[in-house]
């Protein structure tokens, strides 16, 4: 069964550096997104992107956040200078454009990132 | 401003029924899906109604009350297994970005 799959796994950092987690969306998927998800605490929505751009962005998606589709395959989600609050659980998920009236988003197993 | 207000916890025997209750309250809605997270793992999608009504997918059925801005998740004959995160998450517009709720932790007992 087709999957999203993302990497690294789990990357710990120091402040101040840059992470770039990646993620490459099931092959016929048009819909990418990148959710976070402090530990305990709730899904929450950063950005969305369709046909090479973005299509919105939440208000914690702020400037040291960027996200790239540097191949057919492939969706990065680059950090610029971590922060110690950056430290949470990062989904990648996708969809397929039929999906739109499901609700389904299909996610990876996720990235957990710790900024010490 | 966005608000989904589900259960903090709820616990159930083996066999039991339960239901996992969800009020929103959004900008814009175009539905209303559930999603089931094991500790450590992916949100899976569980179920999604856009209409009024039920929707019943085996022992998980969803109901929703668009006029209530209302729903629910309906589990039944229990299992050891779904011991879990529930959250419910709203599509406000076609772009169908999920605003989630802040999780429902069950805990299935013998």
């Known amino acids: 069964e087709p999957e999203v799959t993302q990497t690294p796994s789990h990357q710990v950092t120091q402040m101040g550096q840059e992470v770039i987690l990646r993620c490459v969306p099931i092959?016929?998927?048009?819909?990418f997104y990148w959710y976070r998800q402090i530990l305990g605490q709730k899904v929450e929505f950063l950005v969305s992107?369709?046909?090479?751009?973005?299509?919105?962005k939440s208000e914690i998606f702020d400037d040291q956040f960027s996200v790239e589709r540097p191949d057919g395959s492939n969706f990065t989600l680059k950090i610029r200078s971590t922060k110690l609050e950056d430290s949470a659980m990062y989904f990648c998920?996708?969809?397929?454009?039929?999906?739109?009236?499901?609700?389904?988003?299909?996610f990876g197993e996720g990235s957990r990132l710790t900024v010490l | 401003g966005q608000s989904l207000e589900q259960p903090s916890e709820v616990t159930a025997v083996e066999g039991a029924i339960v239901q996992i209750n969800c009020t929103y309250q959004?900008?814009?809605?175009?539905?209303l899906s559930w999603y089931q997270q094991h500790d450590g793992g992916a949100p899976t999608f569980l179920s999604y109604n856009a209409l009024d009504g039920l929707e019943e997918t085996g022992r998980f059925s969803s109901f929703l009350s668009r006029s209530d801005s209302y729903g629910y998740l309906l589990l039944q004959e229990l299992q050891m297994k779904d011991s879990a995160s529930y959250f419910c998450?709203?599509?406000?517009?076609?772009?169908?970005?999920?605003?989630f709720g802040s999780g429902t932790r069950l805990l299935v007992r013998p």
């Open positions: 992107f369709y046909n090479n751009e973005i299509s919105e």
């Open positions: 959004t900008s814009g809605f175009y539905g």
């Open positions: 998450a709203v599509s406000e517009d076609s772009s169908y970005k999920l605003i």
């Open positions: 092959s016929n998927h048009l819909y």
């Open positions: 998920a996708s969809r397929h454009e039929g999906q739109a009236n499901t609700g389904e988003l299909f």
